[in-house]
């Protein structure tokens, strides 16, 4: 019943910048932590982001300082601003959000994922 669309990837240039956005719709009581994961080809997914629903964010270590997620609570999206772009950030990124669908029952919910490529 909840669903999450990413939107915003693409194929840049070293050093570049992308930013990648993801809404989520559908039965939705409250949307509690939201995230970005990535996952390049043979490798595991990894998280890069998260933030609460009160703004209070993390980062890995690998994207820190580069790149910062924002969220826009009355229209339920999540934003990855992706600056001073590496060919090691090429991966599929898909978006994560921990919702209650009802007061008391939680679901968490994957969008389908958006390509970044960085070329070097």
């Known amino acids: 019943q909840v669903q999450l669309v990413e939107s915003g990837g693409g194929l840049v240039q070293a050093g570049g910048s992308l930013r990648l956005s993801c809404a989520a719709s559908?039965?939705?009581?409250?949307?509690?932590?939201m995230a970005w994961y990535r996952q390049a080809p043979g490798k595991q997914r990894e998280l890069v982001a998260t933030?609460?629903?009160?703004?209070?964010?993390n980062y890995a270590d690998s994207v820190k300082g580069r790149f910062t997620i924002a969220r826009d609570n009355a229209k339920n999206i999540v934003y990855l601003q992706m600056d001073s772009l590496k060919p090691e950030d090429t991966a599929v990124y898909y978006c994560?959000?921990?919702?209650?669908?009802?007061?008391?029952?939680?679901?968490?919910?994957w969008g389908q994922g958006t390509q970044v490529t960085v070329s070097a």
């Open positions: 994560n959000a921990d919702v209650l669908w009802t007061a008391r029952t939680r679901s968490n919910a």
């Open positions: 559908g039965s939705i009581f409250k949307v509690n932590d």
């Open positions: 933030i609460t629903s009160s703004g209070r964010t």
